[in-house]
Protein backbone atom coordinates (compact mmCIF):
# COMPACT_ATOMS: atom_id res chain seq x y z
CA UNK A 1 0.00 0.00 0.00
CA UNK A 2 2.79 2.48 0.72
CA UNK A 3 4.58 1.98 -2.62
CA UNK A 4 1.24 2.97 -4.27
CA UNK A 5 1.77 6.40 -2.73
CA UNK A 6 5.23 6.70 -3.75
CA UNK A 7 4.43 8.17 -6.85
CA UNK A 8 2.07 10.52 -5.92
CA UNK A 9 4.29 11.37 -3.23
CA UNK A 10 7.29 12.02 -5.27
CA UNK A 11 4.74 14.32 -8.22
CA UNK A 12 3.92 15.95 -5.17
CA UNK A 13 7.73 16.91 -3.67
CA UNK A 14 8.72 17.51 -6.76
CA UNK A 15 6.22 19.85 -8.23
CA UNK A 16 5.21 21.46 -5.34
CA UNK A 17 6.78 20.98 -1.96
CA UNK A 18 10.64 21.43 -3.52
CA UNK A 19 9.23 24.95 -5.41
CA UNK A 20 7.63 26.23 -2.56
CA UNK A 21 10.91 25.72 0.24
CA UNK A 22 12.79 27.86 -3.01
CA UNK A 23 10.73 30.67 -3.21
CA UNK A 24 10.82 30.74 0.30
CA UNK A 25 14.75 31.16 0.25
CA UNK A 26 15.41 32.98 -3.05
CA UNK A 27 12.87 35.70 -0.70
CA UNK A 28 15.62 36.00 1.57
CA UNK A 29 18.63 36.91 -0.56
CA UNK A 30 19.73 39.76 -3.14
CA UNK A 31 18.58 37.38 -5.89
CA UNK A 32 19.35 39.82 -9.47
CA UNK A 33 18.98 37.92 -13.05
CA UNK A 34 21.46 40.32 -14.29
CA UNK A 35 23.99 39.99 -11.28
CA UNK A 36 23.39 35.85 -10.74
CA UNK A 37 27.21 35.49 -9.34
CA UNK A 38 26.60 38.08 -6.60
CA UNK A 39 23.68 36.77 -4.97
CA UNK A 40 23.88 37.13 -0.96
CA UNK A 41 22.09 37.11 1.97
CA UNK A 42 19.82 40.40 3.13
CA UNK A 43 17.75 39.05 5.29
CA UNK A 44 14.23 40.78 5.14
CA UNK A 45 15.67 43.39 2.84
CA UNK A 46 13.26 42.37 0.21
CA UNK A 47 9.69 41.88 2.52
CA UNK A 48 10.93 45.75 4.00
CA UNK A 49 10.96 46.51 0.32
CA UNK A 50 7.41 44.54 -0.31
CA UNK A 51 5.67 46.34 2.51
CA UNK A 52 7.04 49.29 1.97
CA UNK A 53 6.08 49.36 -1.70
CA UNK A 54 2.89 51.39 -2.27
CA UNK A 55 2.14 49.89 -5.84
CA UNK A 56 2.06 46.20 -3.85
CA UNK A 57 -0.57 47.47 -1.45
CA UNK A 58 -2.85 48.58 -4.70
CA UNK A 59 -1.95 45.52 -6.48
CA UNK A 60 -3.26 43.57 -3.75
CA UNK A 61 -6.45 46.23 -3.52
CA UNK A 62 -7.01 45.24 -7.28
CA UNK A 63 -6.64 41.85 -6.92
CA UNK A 64 -9.16 41.65 -3.97
CA UNK A 65 -11.45 43.74 -6.17
CA UNK A 66 -11.30 41.05 -9.23
CA UNK A 67 -11.02 37.82 -7.01
CA UNK A 68 -14.37 39.27 -4.75
CA UNK A 69 -16.48 40.14 -7.92
CA UNK A 70 -15.37 36.92 -10.01
CA UNK A 71 -16.69 34.42 -6.73
CA UNK A 72 -19.57 36.56 -6.30
CA UNK A 73 -21.27 36.12 -10.15
CA UNK A 74 -19.69 33.11 -10.52
CA UNK A 75 -21.75 31.63 -7.12
CA UNK A 76 -24.63 33.19 -7.57
CA UNK A 77 -25.37 32.50 -11.17
CA UNK A 78 -23.92 29.06 -10.56
CA UNK A 79 -26.81 28.49 -7.78
CA UNK A 80 -29.48 30.00 -9.82
CA UNK A 81 -28.80 27.54 -12.79
CA UNK A 82 -27.79 24.60 -10.62
CA UNK A 83 -31.64 25.01 -9.18
CA UNK A 84 -33.11 25.34 -12.60
CA UNK A 85 -31.53 22.20 -13.69
CA UNK A 86 -32.25 20.53 -10.23
CA UNK A 87 -36.10 21.77 -10.42
CA UNK A 88 -38.66 18.55 -12.10
CA UNK A 89 -40.20 20.87 -14.26
CA UNK A 90 -37.09 21.84 -17.08
CA UNK A 91 -37.11 19.67 -20.06
CA UNK A 92 -33.79 18.31 -21.63
CA UNK A 93 -31.92 18.89 -18.10
CA UNK A 94 -29.21 16.84 -19.53
CA UNK A 95 -28.64 18.77 -22.57
CA UNK A 96 -28.94 21.79 -21.40
CA UNK A 97 -26.35 20.68 -18.45
CA UNK A 98 -23.99 19.44 -21.48
CA UNK A 99 -24.04 22.97 -23.18
CA UNK A 100 -23.01 24.77 -20.56
CA UNK A 101 -20.35 22.96 -19.34
CA UNK A 102 -18.56 23.63 -22.30
CA UNK A 103 -17.15 26.80 -21.31
CA UNK A 104 -15.42 25.41 -18.82
CA UNK A 105 -13.59 23.01 -21.23
CA UNK A 106 -12.23 25.78 -23.34
CA UNK A 107 -8.60 27.14 -22.70
CA UNK A 108 -7.85 29.97 -20.80
CA UNK A 109 -5.88 31.34 -23.64
CA UNK A 110 -8.92 30.62 -25.87
CA UNK A 111 -11.21 32.81 -23.67
CA UNK A 112 -9.32 35.27 -23.26
CA UNK A 113 -8.56 35.89 -27.08
CA UNK A 114 -12.41 34.86 -27.65
CA UNK A 115 -13.54 37.85 -25.56
CA UNK A 116 -11.02 40.49 -26.74
CA UNK A 117 -12.44 40.13 -30.19
CA UNK A 118 -16.59 40.85 -28.14
CA UNK A 119 -14.93 43.42 -26.78
CA UNK A 120 -13.50 44.62 -29.93
CA UNK A 121 -14.35 48.70 -30.12
CA UNK A 122 -15.18 48.65 -33.52
CA UNK A 123 -16.72 45.59 -34.37
CA UNK A 124 -17.02 43.51 -30.96
CA UNK A 125 -20.68 41.97 -30.36
CA UNK A 126 -20.77 43.74 -26.86
CA UNK A 127 -20.31 46.89 -28.05
CA UNK A 128 -23.09 46.33 -30.76
CA UNK A 129 -25.61 45.05 -28.15
CA UNK A 130 -24.95 48.13 -26.04
CA UNK A 131 -25.14 50.92 -28.19
CA UNK A 132 -21.58 51.28 -26.59
CA UNK A 133 -19.99 53.54 -30.33
CA UNK A 134 -16.48 53.18 -30.57
CA UNK A 135 -15.94 52.70 -26.65
CA UNK A 136 -13.24 50.44 -25.44
CA UNK A 137 -14.48 48.01 -22.89
CA UNK A 138 -10.62 46.69 -21.74
CA UNK A 139 -9.01 49.90 -23.26
CA UNK A 140 -10.76 52.22 -19.88
CA UNK A 141 -9.24 51.98 -16.27
CA UNK A 142 -13.07 52.27 -15.61
CA UNK A 143 -14.09 49.51 -17.10
CA UNK A 144 -11.14 47.11 -18.09
CA UNK A 145 -11.80 44.71 -14.56
CA UNK A 146 -15.30 44.02 -15.14
CA UNK A 147 -14.35 43.09 -18.77
CA UNK A 148 -11.88 40.81 -17.35
CA UNK A 149 -14.06 39.41 -14.64
CA UNK A 150 -16.98 38.57 -17.31
CA UNK A 151 -14.66 36.25 -19.22
CA UNK A 152 -13.70 34.98 -16.07
CA UNK A 153 -17.25 34.29 -14.61
CA UNK A 154 -18.17 32.87 -18.21
CA UNK A 155 -15.84 30.27 -18.19
CA UNK A 156 -15.30 29.32 -14.45
CA UNK A 157 -19.48 29.54 -13.75
CA UNK A 158 -20.00 25.84 -15.35
CA UNK A 159 -17.77 24.08 -12.98
CA UNK A 160 -19.71 26.27 -10.11
CA UNK A 161 -23.07 25.23 -11.05
CA UNK A 162 -22.13 21.26 -11.55
CA UNK A 163 -20.91 20.76 -8.18
CA UNK A 164 -23.63 23.05 -6.89
CA UNK A 165 -25.81 20.78 -8.96
CA UNK A 166 -24.18 17.45 -7.29
CA UNK A 167 -24.73 18.67 -3.79
CA UNK A 168 -28.91 19.96 -4.36
CA UNK A 169 -28.85 16.48 -5.44
CA UNK A 170 -27.82 14.76 -1.83
CA UNK A 171 -30.02 16.92 0.13
CA UNK A 172 -32.98 14.25 1.70
CA UNK A 173 -36.03 14.40 -0.09
CA UNK A 174 -37.41 13.12 3.56
CA UNK A 175 -36.18 16.47 4.96
CA UNK A 176 -38.04 18.58 2.43
CA UNK A 177 -41.04 16.56 3.02
CA UNK A 178 -41.08 17.21 6.82
CA UNK A 179 -40.77 20.52 6.69
CA UNK A 180 -43.94 20.76 4.22
CA UNK A 181 -45.74 18.92 6.40
CA UNK A 182 -44.74 21.40 9.36
CA UNK A 183 -45.77 23.87 7.07
CA UNK A 184 -42.27 25.93 5.55
CA UNK A 185 -42.45 28.09 2.78
CA UNK A 186 -40.32 27.46 -0.34
CA UNK A 187 -37.74 29.87 1.38
CA UNK A 188 -37.66 28.43 4.49
CA UNK A 189 -37.20 24.67 3.08
CA UNK A 190 -34.13 26.24 1.13
CA UNK A 191 -32.46 28.38 4.29
CA UNK A 192 -32.87 26.15 6.67
CA UNK A 193 -32.87 22.63 4.86
CA UNK A 194 -31.06 23.34 1.67
CA UNK A 195 -28.46 25.47 2.33
CA UNK A 196 -26.83 23.84 5.54
CA UNK A 197 -26.99 20.51 3.49
CA UNK A 198 -24.85 21.81 0.90
CA UNK A 199 -22.76 24.24 2.83
CA UNK A 200 -19.66 21.30 2.41
CA UNK A 201 -20.00 21.79 -1.59
CA UNK A 202 -20.29 25.51 -1.27
CA UNK A 203 -17.18 25.60 1.37
CA UNK A 204 -15.32 23.72 -1.42
CA UNK A 205 -15.96 24.91 -4.08
CA UNK A 206 -16.12 28.85 -3.20
CA UNK A 207 -12.59 28.77 -1.95
CA UNK A 208 -11.19 26.96 -4.92
CA UNK A 209 -12.42 29.50 -6.83
CA UNK A 210 -10.61 31.85 -4.36
CA UNK A 211 -7.35 30.60 -4.54
CA UNK A 212 -7.26 29.69 -8.45
CA UNK A 213 -8.49 33.71 -9.18
CA UNK A 214 -5.76 34.32 -6.95
CA UNK A 215 -3.37 32.93 -9.24
CA UNK A 216 -5.18 33.99 -12.87
CA UNK A 217 -2.25 34.97 -14.79
CA UNK A 218 -3.47 34.30 -18.54
CA UNK A 219 -6.46 36.26 -18.90
CA UNK A 220 -5.00 39.43 -17.59
CA UNK A 221 -1.41 38.77 -19.51
CA UNK A 222 -3.10 38.40 -22.75
CA UNK A 223 -6.96 40.77 -22.68
CA UNK A 224 -5.03 43.70 -20.67
CA UNK A 225 -1.09 43.16 -20.11
CA UNK A 226 -2.02 45.11 -16.56
CA UNK A 227 -3.18 48.15 -18.02
CA UNK A 228 -4.66 50.48 -18.86
CA UNK A 229 -2.43 52.57 -16.30
CA UNK A 230 -2.32 49.57 -14.12
CA UNK A 231 -6.24 49.07 -13.65
CA UNK A 232 -5.61 45.46 -14.30
CA UNK A 233 -2.20 44.76 -12.72
CA UNK A 234 -2.79 42.00 -10.16
CA UNK A 235 -0.41 39.74 -7.77
CA UNK A 236 0.45 37.06 -10.40
CA UNK A 237 1.21 40.17 -13.06
CA UNK A 238 3.00 42.18 -10.52
CA UNK A 239 4.76 39.41 -9.17
CA UNK A 240 5.82 38.44 -12.94
CA UNK A 241 7.07 41.94 -13.63
CA UNK A 242 8.93 42.29 -10.92
CA UNK A 243 10.87 39.03 -11.09
CA UNK A 244 11.34 38.40 -14.50
CA UNK A 245 10.50 42.31 -16.15
CA UNK A 246 12.25 44.08 -13.13
CA UNK A 247 15.10 40.94 -13.26
CA UNK A 248 14.58 41.19 -9.38
CA UNK A 249 14.16 37.44 -8.30
CA UNK A 250 14.21 38.25 -4.64
CA UNK A 251 11.22 40.70 -4.65
CA UNK A 252 9.45 38.76 -6.63
CA UNK A 253 9.76 35.36 -4.61
CA UNK A 254 9.23 37.33 -1.41
CA UNK A 255 5.73 39.09 -3.02
CA UNK A 256 4.98 35.44 -3.62
CA UNK A 257 5.38 34.06 -0.30
CA UNK A 258 3.62 37.04 1.12
CA UNK A 259 0.69 36.01 -1.14
CA UNK A 260 1.06 32.32 0.24
CA UNK A 261 1.19 33.30 3.91
CA UNK A 262 -2.28 35.48 3.51
CA UNK A 263 -4.08 32.35 1.14
CA UNK A 264 -3.09 29.84 4.32
CA UNK A 265 -4.42 32.19 6.81
CA UNK A 266 -7.44 32.90 4.66
CA UNK A 267 -8.12 29.14 3.98
CA UNK A 268 -8.02 28.40 7.68
CA UNK A 269 -10.55 31.01 8.62
CA UNK A 270 -12.72 30.29 6.04
CA UNK A 271 -13.06 26.39 6.73
CA UNK A 272 -13.45 26.98 10.42
CA UNK A 273 -16.35 29.84 10.29
CA UNK A 274 -18.31 27.95 7.33
CA UNK A 275 -17.77 24.58 8.97
CA UNK A 276 -19.93 25.57 12.07
CA UNK A 277 -22.46 26.30 9.39
CA UNK A 278 -22.22 22.64 8.56
CA UNK A 279 -25.04 19.95 9.25
CA UNK A 280 -25.00 16.25 9.70
CA UNK A 281 -27.74 13.77 8.61
Request: with cysteine.
Given at each position: MILLLVPAVAMLTVTIIIPVFVVIGM????????????????????????????????????????????????????????????????RGRKL??????????????????????????????????????DYSVLGSPKTAMMGVIISAVWKQMPLMMIMLLSGLQTVPEDLKEAAEIDGATGI??????????????????TLTSIVSNFQMFVLFFTMTGGGPVRATTTLPLYTY????????????????????????????????????KEVEY
Open positions: SFFHYNLLDMNHVKWNNFANYRAVFTDMEFIRTFGRTLVYVCGTVFFQFFIGLGVALLLNSGSLFRSLLFLPWTIPSLVVAVTWMFIFQPQYGIFNYLFQLGQKFWCIVVPCIMPVVKTVETAFSGFNLGKGAAIGVCWLVFLVIFSTVYNKVLST
